[in-house]
Nanobody, 122 residues
């Protein structure tokens, strides 16, 4: 069974930092695209940062988070991270990790974490 388990959300004051983690189960054999999305109340889910492993390019970030957020992938630990600095109230949302990945049972498909709430407020 494929699992993406997220952790690290919470309440933080404006200007503060949080690090989100997303642990991938060992049933995932190959990863093509991975990253983070978020969904604020009343808004559509939007991309925050993605890494395309096929093209071996650096991460792409939403303009709203460039210079403040950093996405990284620990291949050995099979964990995806999102370091968020200088957080703003408009960053408040549920954050989801995402992988376009291959498993023996399911073939190539999209996989999502359960979501973790990030609230930026004084």
């Amino acid at each position: 069974q494929v699992q993406l388990v997220e952790s690290g959300g919470g309440l933080v004051q404006p200007g503060g930092s949080l690090r989100l983690s997303c642990a991938a189960s060992r049933s995932i054999l190959s990863i093509y695209v991975l990253g983070w999305y978020r969904q604020a109340p009343g808004k559509q889910r939007e991309v925050v940062a993605v890494i395309d492993t096929d093209s071996n390019t650096s991460a792409n970030y939403a303009d709203s988070v460039k210079g403040r957020f950093t996405v990284s992938w620990n291949h050995v630990g099979r964990t995806l991270y999102l370091q968020m600095n200088n957080l703003k109230p408009e960053d408040t949302a549920i954050y989801y990790c995402y992988m376009d990945a291959y498993t023996r049972a399911g073939g190539r498909s999209d996989y999502w974490g359960q979501g973790t709430q990030v609230t930026v407020s004084s």
